[in-house]
């Protein structure tokens, strides 16, 4: 029996996650910041509830602790993230960032990543296939991004996050060899994060999502993919 964690799964590509990994026989936990929406989305589904909210050490220990008292985990999904809009919702572009915007933008999705990542390596450890999928972009990518043109996408801080899970997820790699680690890339998918104005199915952008948290112990690690197969850093 497999136990999954999907961090930020009440909705969205996290919530598809649970939903195909509950069919392919995982046991899963929905993490989710607010208790009620998470309990929804795991009754929805099958799946059982657990409040996380990554940017808080005392929810991300006390989930740690339930979800090691009902018999550990064997794979975490770092999804929950954010992507902070102006006023008029707009993308933020250098002239308009500040601190703060990069700030809240990293806390939840680098320093969750880490926070999240670090409270479970002890009940990874302790699974015989321990694996961690990091959900990135392919906006995080210097290789596919910095030679697109200025106004695909001006934003700076969530580009800026998803580059730095790139570097996180290679150096966890390295440093942990038994576990299978990697960053994925779901596509521009019609979701809250962007208005639910991407082009693909929450279906289709969970699919990588999925793949990577089913790896076998003798996969790959320290990679970057998306659903057409492995992307340039
Ligand atoms: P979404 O529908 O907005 O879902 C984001 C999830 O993260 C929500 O459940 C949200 O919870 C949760 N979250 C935000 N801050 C949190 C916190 N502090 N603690 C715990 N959970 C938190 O977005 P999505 O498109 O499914 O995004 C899922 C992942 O895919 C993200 O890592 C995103 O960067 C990545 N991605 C998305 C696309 C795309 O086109 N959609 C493309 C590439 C990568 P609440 O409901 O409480 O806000």
Redesign the pocket.
């Known amino acids: 029996m497999t136990t999954t964690l999907i961090?930020?799964?009440?909705?969205?590509?996290?919530l598809e996650t649970a939903r195909q990994l509950i069919a392919a026989g995982h046991t899963v936990y929905i993490?989710?910041?607010?208790t009620e929406?998470g309990r929804r989305a795991a009754e929805q589904l099958g799946a059982r509830a657990v409040q996380?909210?990554?940017?808080d050490e005392t929810s991300v220990h006390a989930a740690a602790k339930t979800i090691e008292a009902n018999g550990g985990l064997d794979v975490l999904v770092n999804?929950?993230?954010?992507?902070e809009r102006s006023a008029d919702n707009g993308v933020i572009g250098p002239a308009e960032l500040t601190t703060d915007v990069m700030r809240k933008t990293f806390d939840?999705?680098v320093f969750?990543t880490v926070r999240v990542t670090n409270a479970f390596l002890p009940l990874l450890q302790r699974s015989a296939t321990p694996v961690v999928v990091n959900?990135?972009?392919?906006?995080g990518s210097l290789t596919l991004f910095a030679p697109a043109p200025a106004d695909i996408y001006p934003g700076v801080a969530?580009p800026a996050s998803?580059a730095a899970i790139n570097m996180i997820t290679v150096q966890y790699a390295k440093a942990l060899p038994n576990m299978r680690i990697n960053a994925v890339?779901?596509?521009?998918?019609k979701?809250?994060?962007?208005g639910n104005t991407?082009t693909q199915t929450?279906e289709q952008?969970a699919e990588i999502i999925v793949q990577m948290a089913q790896v076998n112990s003798d996969g790959p690690t320290g990679r970057f993919f998306n659903a057409e197969g492995s992307l340039p850093w």
């Open positions: 961090t930020g799964a009440n909705k969205g590509l996290g993490g989710s910041r607010d929406r996380l909210d990554v940017t999804n929950a993230a954010v992507e939840t999705n969750g959900v990135s972009s392919g906006l969530y998803k890339d779901p596509g521009f998918t979701t809250d994060l962007n991407g929450v952008g």
